[in-house]
């Protein structure tokens, strides 16, 4: 039996030409300085996703999954692609469907920032929203059955979509321009997860280059990574979704790599919207709250290298850009609404930065 389809190959061919081809019109993310004494002998860096032109780290997994998909034979001419997202990945996805041709689909939850809504309607996607966090799975996939559409799920492509060896993933590039600074191999990579995909691909490439450096994932208050990863078990469930958007799962995804991580810490969200304010008055730009989150735990990281006297640098990521936020973190009636009190910890922010000192 022969399935060639002589009209879909030279579509198919057409679809990768022009996702590659953005790829190559599309530059490199800056590696930005986050200030600290330098004294301390420790630099931080913050590896600015924010530049892609999608606004996010989702820019790299969207062009990875779509080249998946389309290689695979899964994504086909005016079929829709549908996918279960918090938003980022949405808002990327959308740009790269409009791109190729084909119709998209975004299951989301109905508290997605309206800003990120709009972002995914200007690319000419769709929002379908739902009102439980949880079912955005088993929607999607009844989506596409509907429609005869492809279901993307990045949670569980994610990782095995990203060229985790090279091919100027996430890792390589930190490490390329790590080159020439004092600590060019990072005692520490922080990242967050959401799909886990991003520190998968970071901690496999630390493993397969034989770095040394460690690999810690920050997780928010509603999300079962993190007692997943403490317990061993890949079964469990939390109930309400996450408030730091793009982070946090209320299941073990299967794209998430437990051994391929060193240590994970537990972030309050107050911290994180604490962090993604100083990080404002840092280095004068605004991010999301997952910003915040790997923040928080890359200073308490700073922290304890400085009271063991270790030098060295770390590096965290800007993973998108404040301004999708501005009714949420960077708004005091949201966190009244929410009753988060970030003045403890933006306070624990500032006594640190002025004296090296981690309250306890
Ligand atoms: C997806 C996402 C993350 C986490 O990245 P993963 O690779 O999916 O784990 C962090 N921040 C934001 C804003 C995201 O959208």
């Not at 966090?133 to 993307?152: D, K, Q």
């Not at 970071?202 to 450096?213: D, E, F, L, N």
């Not at 973190?329 to 988060?340: K, R, T």
């Amino acid at each position: 039996m022969d399935r060639s389809d002589q009209a879909y190959r030279i579509w198919l061919k057409e679809a990768v030409r022009k996702v590659q081809a953005d790829a190559n019109r599309s530059a490199d993310t800056h590696l930005l300085r986050f200030p600290l004494p330098e004294h301390w002998g420790i630099d931080l860096y913050l590896k600015d996703e924010s530049t892609h032109p999608t606004g996010s780290l989702k820019h790299r997994l969207a062009r990875s999954l779509f080249l998946y998909g389309l290689c695979n034979g899964w994504i086909r001419p005016d079929r829709p692609v549908i996918e279960a997202s918090s938003g980022s990945t949405a808002v990327s996805e959308a740009y790269f469907a409009h791109l190729i041709g084909v119709p998209f689909i975004a299951v989301m939850p109905r508290t997605t920032s309206r800003e990120k809504q709009r972002l995914i309607e200007f690319h000419g996607g769709r929002c379908h929203l739902v009102d439980d966090p949880r079912t955005v799975y088993e929607v999607s996939a009844r989506l596409a059955e509907e429609t005869g559409g492809h279901y993307m799920d990045q949670f569980t492509y994610a990782e095995r979509a990203t060229d985790w060896r090279g091919n100027n993933n996430i890792a390589e590039s930190i490490y390329h321009q790590l080159r020439m600074e004092r600590y060019p191999e990072p005692a520490w990579i922080v990242a967050t997860a959401g799909t886990g995909g991003t520190s998968a691909t970071i901690g496999r490439y630390v493993r397969y280059m034989q770095y040394g450096t460690r690999i810690c994932v920050a997780d928010p208050e509603n999300s079962c990574f993190f007692d997943g990863w403490v317990g061993g078990d890949p079964g469990v469930r939390c109930d309400s979704g996450s408030r730091i958007e793009g982070i946090g799962r209320p299941r073990m995804e299967p794209s998430f790599v437990p051994g391929a991580i060193d240590r994970m810490m537990k972030v309050p969200d107050a911290a994180s919207v604490a962090a993604v304010r100083a990080l404002e008055r840092a280095i004068g730009r605004k991010a999301g709250g997952s910003t915040g989150t790997g923040l928080w735990a890359s200073l308490r990281i700073v922290a304890e290298m400085l009271a063991q006297g270790r030098t060295g640098s770390v590096v965290t990521l800007l993973c998108d850009p404040g301004d999708r936020y501005l009714d949420k973190y960077y708004s005091d009636a949201w966190l009244a609404e929410q009753g988060m009190d970030i003045g403890p910890y933006a306070a624990a922010i500032d006594g640190f930065l002025e004296t090296g000192g981690w309250p306890s």
